[in-house]
Structures are given as C-alpha cells and as structure tokens.
C-alpha cells in the first residue's frame, strides 16, 4: 500500500517513534490493515546481530526447560519428558513456517487470524525489506516469533508431566498450537482484536504465560491424580537436583533473549528491558527463598521457582515500566504465587505436577495488571500512562478485559482437546503404566542404570540414605508429610 502524505506512513514508518517494536503493533490504528514491510528502510547489521543472538537465547531455553523438568521429576519418566520437550521443538518450528507465521502476523481476517495464505513457508519475506517498526529484515522477525511459538506449548508438559502418553502428546501439543497459540498470538501481537482493543503485552505475559497457565489447571483436572498423590500430599521427589539447577539457571539466563530480544534491536530500551528483568526475578527469588526458609525449605529449586516467578511477572510488563516498578513488582508477585500454589495443590488437591499455573500462569497475570497499574509513557512512548502515573484507569480495563478473553477462550479450547482426544484414542494412561513409568511405555529406554519405582519400601535412613528435599507448603500440614524418603529400588 502506498505511504498516505496526509498522515504517517501506513509501512513500516507508522510507528518509527515508538520506542519497542511490539509497541508499534498498537501505535496507529490504520497499521493493522497493512503489515507490508518497509522496502526504503535500511537494515543495520548491530541489530540483526542483537535479535538472531536472542533467538538463540530462547531457542536454548527449551533443552533447558527439559532439564529443569527432568530434574524434578521421578526419572523413571527423564527420557519420555526430554523427548516431549524436544520433540515439540521440531514440530513447532516446522508448523511455524508452513503457516504459523502467517496465521499470527498475515493480515488480519476480522481481527480474529491472520491470512494464511500470506506468508506460507516464509514466501515474501525479504532480508533487503524492514519489518515495519524495525530495522530488521522480516525474516530475522520471523524466525525470532518462531522461538515463542515453539516453547509456549511445551510448558503445558509440566502439568500434565507423568500422564500423558506419547501418542496423545502428539496430537494435543499440535492442536493446542494451532487452536490456542496461534490465534492468542495474533490478537495481540499480529493486528489482532485484543492490539485494537487497547491490551499490551511487551514478550507474552498474555500469549503465552496466562494461556499455559490456564490450559495447565484444565490439563491437570482431566487427567486424574498420580498414584500415590494423597499419601505425598502432591509433592514427588525430584530424581536429580542437579540437573534441574542446570537447567533452571540455563532458564534464567536465556529468559534476556526472550524479553530484551523483544525490543527487536531498539537498544535503548533493551537496557532497560535486560535491568529490569533481573531485577525482578532476583527479587521475587530472593521473597520467595526466605517463604520456602519460613516454612522450613530452603534450596536451591526454591530460589529458581521463585526466579520464575518473577521473569514470568515481569515479561509483560519489561518494555513498558521503569526499573523501580520493576523492583516492588518482584517483590508483590512472589508471595501471591506461593499463596496461589498452596491453595492449588493442598487446597484444591489439582495436580498440576509442576505447578506450572502458579509459576506461569498467575504470574502472567500479574505483570499484566502491574503494566496497568506502573506503564510510563517515559519508558516506551508508544503506551499511555498506567494509574500510578496518573494515566487513569483505562489501560488496566484493556489489561484485565484481555486476561478474561483469553482465559475462559484458553479454558474452553483446551478441555475440547482433550475430550476428543480421550474419545478418539482411548486413555491417557493406565495405572500400571504410570507406576512403571513413560520411559519404559513410550520409548523402551531409561534415563538412568538405576531407577526407583513407586513400589519401593521405606528403610531406615542409615541403609539406603536421604533421597528427597523437603516441600516447604507440608510444613506444618495434616497430611502426610515425611519429608525423608527412603527409596529401596526393586
């Protein structure tokens, strides 16, 4: 479409004052219409370097998302895990460019999904031509979304981790991706109702840490309970420590690329983006280390939830609040997460087996109504003033009509899933296949020369020795609570 001389450019100029290029998705109205690149804008090589090294970042956050899982879970179930993350990996990423992109960035049809027929196995993206907004090519931007797309799906193996066959992980993992992701993505980043609307999301508080969240308490109250999960209250012990050390820092660490990266080379923001980012995760782990401390628990996994929590909370909200929001919002969403996993395992008895809604899910939520509460038009231009910058309340009604959207959507789309998939191909998984474990069931290899079974007996401590960490939330419980396990392998 030709630029409009009585107007801003309707390309990729719409929005060039805006100071992050997701921003830019919601500067003008008329951009929407278009999502044309920018053939007269000249790619700088600085940040194309800056957005491919990102991609990486969040490309080595996926075996790193299998490790931390593989970790905390019993390792009888380490190889059916790991090839589940890393198996979706490769179906994401090969869905991304046969369609995705374009169902998320295409044109939009009624503000609901893109065009499919767009931008098909990347056809039309230039690296001569800029994204609009950007001074990127349109497939550095491209392959950058690809990341986002590939990983948010694979946060659901945390909740339903142990009981889903490999069959059924297949199916469900693509449908969640093309039914939920996908049009979730593009209402708010690709030109989408929710971008018109007024709702922000600077790096997928809403697209991808609410929707996990939401699909994790679904996926978790259709499947039923593991064996044993009364008698442990809800809490396994995990097989390698170690291991989910790695693989949580590993997270941590690539976690700079997903929201710094999401300034898409604007470098000026990046800095902050990058500062507030560790601020609030070391925060809200640091809140989250002394409640675990309080209730009798304090370890290393404790601190990486609670760093967690805090790069889930803040990813919305990164691009668009200052270093000093980001601080006190470290430190509110450490104790609403922990109170939300209490209330969620011991309460509600859901066996979300990673909590992943209480370590993704609220916290998305959180950072969302946070940008409404803490958005300062001195940190990106293009978003208007949250409350306590006298902005009003208009931003966090856009904020909170988006979490409720996208919710009772993720909710409803998630549960027809898994009922077709239940009618279509039987089961989930049987008792005696869980107690065996998935290694075994699936893939006819296991992870260590020696695994445990939940038909082990309890010995005394000085016969086989201490193989568990204490769950802080039984401190104190009713329920059963031997915090030593003592593991005698058949």
């Given at each position: ?220 109250r259709r499947l039923?309970r593991r064996v ?41 923001l990046a800095t ?219």
């Amino acid at each position: 479409q030709e630029p409009d001389t009585n107007g801003p450019i309707r390309s990729g100029g719409a929005c060039v004052a805006c100071s992050s290029s997701f921003s830019s998705l919601f500067c003008v109205d008329s951009f929407f219409s278009t999502h044309m690149a920018d053939p007269d804008c000249q790619v700088r090589e600085g940040e194309i370097a800056w957005t491919l090294l990102a991609t990486i970042l969040v490309l080595g956050m996926v075996p790193a998302l299998g490790m931390f899982e593989a970790g905390l879970l019993r390792s009888k179930n380490t190889v059916s895990i790991l090839t589940q993350v890393l198996a979706g990996l490769a179906f994401n990423s090969m869905l991304w460019y046969i369609v995705g992109y374009s169902f998320v960035f295409g044109d939009s049809l009624g503000g609901v999904i893109g065009n499919p027929s767009d931008h098909p196995m990347f056809l039309g993206l230039e690296n001569s031509e800029c994204y609009p907004g950007t001074h990127i090519p349109e497939q550095a931007f491209a392959i950058f979304q690809m990341m986002f797309a590939a990983i948010t799906p694979l946060l659901l193996t945390g909740a339903f981790a142990e009981r889903l066959l490999w069959k059924h992980f297949v199916v469900f993992i693509v449908a969640w991706e093309v039914l939920v992701y996908y049009p979730v993505a593009h209402w708010v980043w690709g030109g989408g109702f929710l971008a018109k609307l007024g709702t922000i999301d600077f790096a997928g508080g809403l697209t991808i840490h609410t929707t996990a969240g939401v699909a994790a308490i679904v996926s978790a109250r259709r499947l039923h309970r593991r064996v044993d999960f009364d008698e442990n209250n809800g809490h396994y012990p995990p097989s390698n420590v170690p291991l989910a050390v790695i693989g949580g820092t590993l997270l941590w660490m690539g976690w700079f690329g997903f929201n710094a990266g999401s300034t898409l080379g604007n470098m000026d923001l990046a800095t902050t983006v990058v500062i507030n980012t560790q601020i609030a995760s070391a925060v809200s782990a640091t809140v989250w280390l002394f409640m675990s401390w309080m209730h009798g628990s304090p370890n290393a996994v404790e601190l990486l939830n609670g760093a967690i929590v805090g790069l889930a909370t803040i990813t919305p909200a990164s691009g668009f609040v200052s270093t000093q929001s980001a601080f006190v919002i470290g430190l509110i969403t450490a104790p609403i997460s922990f109170g939300t996993l209490y209330v969620i395992r011991i309460k509600l008895r859901i066996d979300d087996a990673l909590d992943v809604s209480s370590v993704h899910g609220m916290p998305g939520v959180v950072g969302l109504i946070a940008t409404g509460f803490c958005a300062s038009s001195s940190v990106n231009e293009g978003v208007m003033d949250g409350i306590i910058l006298g902005g009003g309340g208009k931003l966090l009604g856009y904020q909170l009509a988006g979490i409720g959207i996208v919710a009772v959507y993720t909710a409803i789309v998630t549960r027809l899933i898994f009922i077709v998939i239940r009618r279509v191909m039987g089961r989930m998984v049987r008792e005696e296949t869980e107690r065996d474990g998935l290694d075994m069931a699936d893939h006819s290899v296991t992870a260590y020369r020696h695994q445990e079974s939940d038909h082990c007996e309890r010995f005394p401590l000085d016969q086989v020795g201490r193989t568990s960490i204490t769950d802080p939330l039984l401190a104190g419980s009713n329920h059963h609570n031997d915090d030593t396990y003592y593991l005698q392998p058949r």
